[in-house]
């Protein structure tokens, strides 16, 4: 087993003693994705649940899962290796083996089995403490979704439809090995109307925003840029001048010992500082990623305390901009592992820092 594999076993073990209960049923595809350390049980991506179960108890680690599918999890994902015994039905079969396997056993579960004790929260916080090699994992993916935003948006041009664009960026992300999990693209009046723009056939006339959020591993990267073609209106500008501060100020709080809710109130202070109070009203403001777009949601009421080694992605927005990267926080301070090189940026100057957030793309 893994240094990885066998910190991650360790830690559910801790966490069964903790709740005194015998064994952990795992259905759901981000909890496969980090306790199989990359694993994919999914098939439909809009599924919580994949087409096989983890199951921990006093007799052993099992992987429960059918004929169609348990071939790819021995030959490609080689969770056989990792020393998961595998349990394989026919699919046509009703057999109920998971009953077999826990016979007496006190169960813990992942929210998803009508037996047993939800710990999916605390499963949540253990895997957005990240381990080295999954910030390895997490800085390859994040590189990743950079190159295919700014590829994706060197190629598009006024004319385009919004599907076509969103083609675009799809078959970068997928070029790069990456799975496009979430893929928005609104274009001008579009940008103003909807946080969560859905692709149509409208075509682009001067400005386009591009959404991605890219699966690799069982990790999930979120990256958001806009590209403006022409001189850029001064409404839009100033906008994207303000929410560049607000992002900088989410960054600046996400150290380790701070709590998501003193974080989000110092940005709602600021929202009202650079004019616009109301607008985080309109669309949340992001939180800890990982193995979700987002393991957790920051409010006034969300109970995180922040730790070096979990990731971040912020995501405030003014109608009609929006900042967005993924960040790794670290004892001293963060890294932006969604950078694009070479991207204009501007230059936040927030507490004795220097901050730099993306800025509007101008194609003159």
Not at 18 to 46: K, P
Not at 183 to 200: E, G, K, M, V, W
Not at 333 to 360: C, H, S, Y
Request: charge should be negative; hydrophobic fraction near 40%; glycine fraction near 6%.
């Amino acid at each position: 087993m893994n240094d990885e594999l066998s910190s991650k076993i360790s830690k559910v073990n801790q966490l069964l003693a903790e709740h005194d209960l015998d064994a952990l049923l795992i259905q759901r595809v981000t909890n496969f994705g980090w306790l199989t350390c990359g694993g994919a049980s999914y098939i439909n991506t809009a599924e919580e649940s994949g087409a096989a179960s983890l199951l921990i108890s006093r007799t052993g680690r099992y992987l429960i899962t059918n004929n169609i599918e348990a071939p790819r999890f021995q030959q490609e994902e080689k969770l056989e290796q990792q020393g998961w015994k595998f349990v394989v039905s026919q699919w046509y079969q009703s057999n109920d083996v998971l009953n077999d396997l826990i016979k007496d056993q006190r169960l813990a579960t992942d929210g998803l089995y009508h037996h047993g004790k939800d710990i999916n929260n605390e499963l949540i916080h253990l895997r957005a403490d990240l381990l080295p090699a999954e910030q390895d994992r997490f800085r390859e993916l994040c590189r990743g979704c950079a190159q295919a935003m700014n590829a994706a948006i060197e190629s598009i041009q006024p004319g385009m439809t919004e599907y076509e664009i969103s083609a675009i960026l799809a078959q970068e992300t997928h070029r790069r090995e990456i799975l496009p999990i979430v893929n928005l693209i609104a274009t001008d009046q579009r940008i103003y109307s909807f946080r969560h723009p859905l692709p149509t056939a409208k075509k682009l006339e001067r400005y386009a925003m591009l959404v991605l959020c890219g699966r690799k591993n069982g990790l999930v990267a979120s990256i958001t840029r806009l590209v403006h073609f022409g001189p850029l209106p001064d409404e839009i500008l100033r906008k994207s001048d303000a929410v560049a501060v607000i992002d900088a100020t989410f960054i600046a709080a996400t150290r380790p010992g701070q709590s998501l809710v003193s974080i989000f109130k110092r940005a709602q202070v600021k929202y009202a500082e650079v004019g616009f109070p109301d607008e985080w009203q309109l669309h949340h403001q992001g939180g800890p990623a990982g193995y979700a777009p987002r393991e957790a949601i920051a409010t006034v009421h969300e109970d995180w305390v922040v730790r070096a080694g979990q990731a971040f992605a912020w995501n405030p927005s003014i109608t009609g901009t929006k900042s967005e990267d993924t960040i790794l926080v670290k004892e001293d301070g963060f890294e932006n592992m969604t950078e694009i090189i070479g991207w204009p940026e501007i230059k936040v100057d927030l507490d004795n820092q220097v901050i730099p957030r993306p800025a509007i793309l101008v194609v003159r």
